[in-house]
T-cell receptor, first 111, second 110 residues
Framework: EPEVTQTPSHQVTQMGQEVILRCVPISNHLYFYWYRQILGQKVEFLVSFYNNEISEKSEIFDDQFSVERPDGSNFTLKIRSTKLEDSAMYFCASSEPYGYTFGSGTRLTVV | AQRVTQPEKLLSVFKGAPVELKCNYSYSGSPELFWYVQYSRQRLQLLLR??SRESIKGFTADLNKGETSFHLKKPFAQEEDSAMYYCALIRGSTLGRLYFGRGTQLTVWP
């Protein structure tokens, strides 16, 4: 069964540093998403991406965040200057008309 | 505005007992409802979607538009069902943003 692949599985970074989280969506999917889950809290939507542009973003997705699909396969989330409160599990997902598939997540720890 | 409410943060049952995880939603249109399961902080896996009306791992969920509920049920719980369960909603299309409930941690005791 096709999978959404995320790398790295765990990243530790210092506050103020830039991080890039990588995702390889399922190849024939057209919509891509980033969600995050702070420990002990619910899964929150960050951004959706379609046709090489952001289709929707949440209030969490401020100027610190950006997404890119630099080639035909990767979908990246960049956090420009990380804060302690960015520590969370970040999930990538892609979808086709009948549902989502999530990646296994990247655990980001900001110290 | 849309909202998904899972009133129980924790739910414990014994193996073989029936289990029901509650989910209520608020949305003025016609939503698509889903249940996702997350085992030990692994990836979110789709368990059920209301449009397919299927039963996965013995779980079923019926959309009750009158009560705006989408409760997840299983007649005989198994230890391997212990996991975090999230109810989620998409507004009117399966290609939109997912709105999640806060999740219910189900523990099935032997």
């Amino acid at each position: 069964e096709p999978e959404v692949t995320q790398t790295p599985s765990h990243q530790v970074t210092q506050m103020g540093q830039e991080v890039i989280l990588r995702c390889v969506p399922i190849s024939n999917h057209l919509y891509f998403y980033w969600y995050r889950q702070i420990l002990g809290q619910k899964v929150e939507f960050l951004v959706s991406f379609y046709n090489n542009e952001i289709s929707e973003k949440s209030e969490i997705f401020d100027d610190q965040f950006s997404v890119e699909r630099p080639d035909g396969s990767n979908f990246t989330l960049k956090i420009r200057s990380t804060k302690l409160e960015d520590s969370a599990m970040y999930f990538c997902a892609s979808s086709e008309p009948y549902g989502y598939t999530f990646g296994s997540g990247t655990r980001l720890t900001v110290v | 505005a849309q909202r998904v409410t899972q009133p129980e943060k924790l739910l414990s049952v014994f193996k073989g007992a029936p289990v029901e995880l509650k989910c209520n939603y608020s949305y003025s249109g016609s939503p698509e409802l889903f249940w996702y399961v997350q085992y030990s902080r692994q990836r979110l896996q789709l368990l059920l979607r209301h449009i397919s009306r299927e039963s996965i791992k013995g779980f079923t969920a019926d959309l009750n538009k009158g009560e705006t509920s989408f409760h997840l049920k299983k007649p005989f719980a198994q230890e391997e069902d212990s996991a975090m369960y999230y109810c989620a909603l998409i507004r009117g299309s399966t290609l939109g943003r997912l709105y999640f409930g806060r999740g219910t941690q189900l523990t099935v005791w032997p």
